[in-house]
């Protein structure tokens, strides 16, 4: 894959830029095809890796290493800011998308949130069910890389009193720019790109069992950019906010298979 970074979108010139057309957008579809397979392969080591079988001295260890936080520390998962965004999005009618707090130790936490972003995984592609003229959007990913706006993005709302069956109908990830030059695994790449993007998904269900994570961003208030510099931080004061932030979520998908 090129390391070039430039628009994949395609143009809206007419006849000369037919052919340039097509060939763009299949680059997008391939580049976008090849993303997802890779994500989901990175999601089942996961799952493997968490399994009771899989867990071995060496797991735990990375898991250490990555969160900075034990496999049997317990964590509270609290969705009030989840709920103050589902109101903020519908004030008359506000989704709750994970009333109840837990306890829940980091171990388990990770289980569950693996098992529903391959949930997520399952229901999304990159081909639409039903033929349409938008050049943009294909399947549940938006072309938007001629835009300078980063890698990717996501409305966290989308699965908000939502049945999983119709995630491949609903959700929408934003592509952008800065995605065409990752490399497709490890560090930075466009697999924990996306897996950074679906962990933002609200959790939804009973007990949360559905959606992502409730992710968010996190940097040092008034420093919006230094994103990975507070993810280190959250790692090295051993906080449980490590598994609310995306940054730090992502670091734990940054895999080569």
Not at 76 to 83: A, L, N, P
Not at 131 to 151: Q, V
Request: net charge neutral; glycine share 6%.
């Amino acid at each position: 894959m090129s390391k070039e970074k430039g628009s994949s979108k395609g143009t809206s010139e007419k006849k000369k830029q037919c052919i340039k057309e097509v060939k763009v957008t299949n680059q997008f579809k391939k580049m976008m095809s090849e993303a997802l397979e890779a994500t989901r392969k990175v999601l089942d080591q996961r799952q493997n890796d968490l399994s009771e079988k899989g867990w071995s001295n060496e797991k735990q260890e990375e898991f250490y290493q990555i969160f900075g936080v034990k496999d049997s520390a317990v964590i509270t998962i609290d969705s009030e800011e989840e709920k103050k965004k589902a109101k903020a999005a519908d004030p008359i009618n506000p989704m709750d998308p994970y009333i109840e707090k837990r306890n829940i130790t980091a171990y388990i936490f990770m289980q569950e949130s693996v098992d529903r972003l391959i949930n997520i995984c399952d229901r999304i592609s990159v081909e639409s069910d039903t033929e349409n003229n938008d050049s943009i959007l294909h399947g549940n990913f938006l072309n938007t890389t001629n835009l300078n706006k980063g890698s990717a993005s996501v409305p966290a709302n989308q699965t908000l009193g939502l049945n999983i069956d119709r995630y491949n109908k609903i959700l929408r990830i934003n592509i952008y720019q800065n995605f065409i030059g990752k490399p497709l695994m490890g560090f930075e790449s466009q697999t924990s790109t996306l897996c950074h993007e679906l962990s933002h998904f609200y959790r939804s269900g009973d007990n949360g069992i559905f959606g992502g994570m409730g992710t968010i961003d996190m940097s040092k208030k008034g420093r919006e950019r230094l994103y990975y510099e507070y993810a280190n931080e959250l790692i090295d004061t051993s906080s449980q906010y490590v598994f609310k932030n995306s940054y730090n979520i992502e670091k734990y998908f940054e895999l080569v298979l």
